[in-house]
């Protein structure tokens, strides 16, 4: 358990960083959301919209289609509220849980548009697909714990990494990507992931 | 896309290795289908999956981009026109939950977001257990302190602003929706039933996996949200800040099939939803004219506008 060195306090902020802040004034949010208490979850979306809008745009890269998954999310999780347990984990992770989903789901739905863009970057690729991938995320990554657990990984581990949750590849479209054994794509993914929380530590 | 069965790698060893590659969406639908029935017995892939949860989130965290600020006034006007779920749904028929996890053969990866083992974490639009829509608020003055935007004169029942705030995002439409054209109060009862359905309607398109939301402008003036879904064979289109297309006069839809226009439901100035009548095979697109009430058989002036769905 590595609590962060440099965790601010308080848990109203629009953009606050770190993840255990405000935990159990989120959950409290929820709790209270589920009574239909529309000011509170006015205040849950101000503590979480950042997080929520940041991974769906990084997915989507249109702000305009962020913007109606977010709404879903939001929406979502309004009429679900009286479902968060939060025995089974944070807040954070109910939202970008049901965030990835939804966003995955356009994605991969959209096939024809993924096509379009592959063709664009092997026409430009260089270094590998993932390469770019993180580069893009880097480049936008907050400074802090994440960023350095990421970069505690192997290059290959982390351009798994990145192209399933930044990017919402499954695993067999990592191998294809990637030209690897879909073994092997599963194991980078995996091995990606047990090292990043590693890194950061279990938290729940 | 192939859609082998998840076991087919010979891996049914590894089943719990499987756990962090469905925490974080990495298994195609046909997989986290099989991986859900091993979930929902097994507490210590639940743990993991919960684990590598907080993982992604610790992910997205570092990712945060701020909304546009005008996202948090249609998130919040969207959530206005619904209420949250009773906590264990009873009675609920028509549940999306239940359907779209069940009539799912392809793959699409929502299939998985529906699942009881998964249900508390899960993200599909969800059944709604009780709520007529009109029921009593009472305004927390604390609350409403905390958001000022929550201000009184904006509370249920003006669904126009809802609306508004889909003008002013395009590119965020839903939820405010259909509402509007109930705002007398003493229609609110009386419409209370109907209304209800025309939202699970609405929640159930929103749920299908391929739902495709547009924004066209219509000459005229005004804007147009085409929300469609060929899974579900169901458009609806959303008109905001349209003109009244004059006395004696309404606006009509059309499929557009092979380039042929072929008559749908008509709809006034006023109607904040309309739902297409006919079928989706076949067609490519929508468009909308301005016909004589009641509609044409074929169109009798230029259309307004043409979206693809």
Redesign the interface.
């Known amino acids: 358990m590595s609590s962060g060195p440099d965790a601010p306090d308080g848990g109203d902020g629009p953009s606050e960083g770190s993840a255990a802040v405000g935990e159990a004034s989120h959950a409290e949010l929820v709790r209270r959301s589920a009574t239909s208490d529309e000011g509170a979850f006015a205040q849950l979306y101000d503590a979480t919209a950042s997080l929520v809008y940041g991974v769906v745009l990084r997915m989507l890269r249109s702000r305009d289609l962020a913007a109606e998954v977010v709404q879903e999310v939001y929406l979502m999780a309004w009429q679900q509220s009286a479902r968060f347990d939060p025995e089974r984990g944070s807040v954070r992770a109910w939202l970008c849980t049901m965030a990835h989903r939804r966003a995955v789901d356009r994605v991969r739905s959209s096939q024809r548009e993924r096509d379009r863009e592959e063709r664009y970057e092997a026409d430009r690729a260089e270094p590998g697909p993932g390469d770019s991938t993180w580069g893009q995320v880097e480049r936008t990554l907050d400074e802090g714990e994440v960023r350095a657990g990421l970069e505690h990984l192997s290059r290959i581990q982390r351009e798994a990494v990145c192209l399933v949750y930044f990017r919402g590849y499954s695993h067999r479209e990592v191998a294809e990507r990637l030209d690897i054994p879909l073994g092997t794509a599963k194991s980078r993914i995996r091995d990606g992931l047990v090292g990043l929380r590693a890194a950061l530590g279990e938290r729940w | ?1 192939v859609n082998e069965r998840a076991d087919g ?1 010979g ?1 049914a060893d590894d089943v719990h ?1 499987d756990a ?2 469905y ?6 639908a046909a997989e986290a289908r099989a991986f859900e029935e091993h979930l929902a017995g097994c507490t210590r892939c ?1 743990e993991e999956v ?19 600020p005008e ?2 006034e ?3 006007g ?3 026109a ?6 264990e749904v009873e009675g609920a028929s028509g549940t999306v939950v239940a359907s779209s996890s069940a009539d799912r053969e392809d793959d ?3 299939a ?2 529906s699942t009881a083992a998964d ?8 059944s ?1 257990a009780t709520s007529a829509p009109t ?1 009593p ?1 009472h305004a ?1 003055p ?3 302190a ?2 000022h ?2 201000d009184a004169r904006r509370r249920r029942g003006r669904w126009v602003l809802a609306a508004a705030a889909a003008v002013v ?4 439409a ?2 405010g929706w259909a509402l509007g054209q109930h705002s007398g109060q003493q229609e609110q009862r009386v419409v209370a039933q109907e209304h209800e359905q025309e939202r699970q309607r609405q929640e159930r398109l ?1 749920a299908a ?2 739902v495709a ?1 547009r ?1 066209v402008e219509m000459d005229g003036g005004g804007t147009a949200t085409v929300i469609a879904s060929r899974d579900r064979d169901a458009v609806l289109l959303v008109a905001s800040g349209v003109a009244d297309p004059g006395e004696g006069r309404q606006y009509q839809l059309w499929l557009m099939e092979d380039g042929t226009p072929v008559p749908d439901a008509t709809f006034d100035a006023g109607a904040a939803g309309v739902w297409v009548d006919g079928d989706l095979e076949g067609a490519q697109a929508l468009a909308v004219t301005v016909e004589p009430e009641g509609g044409s058989e074929s169109p009798t002036s230029d259309p307004l506008m043409v979206a693809e769905i």
Do not use: K
């Open positions: 896309m790698s891996r290795a962090v590659l925490a974080v969406d990495a298994l195609d639940r919960d684990s590598f949860r907080e993982t992604g989130a610790e992910l997205a965290g570092a990712a945060a981009v701020d909304p546009p996202l948090r249609s998130v919040l969207a959530i206005r619904t209420r949250p779920d009773a906590g699409t990866a929502s998985r977001a249900q508390d974490a899960a993200g599909t639009a969800s709604p029921g608020r927390d604390q609350a409403t905390a958001v935007s929550l995002v395009p590119g965020v839903l939820g929103l996996a391929d939301v924004h």
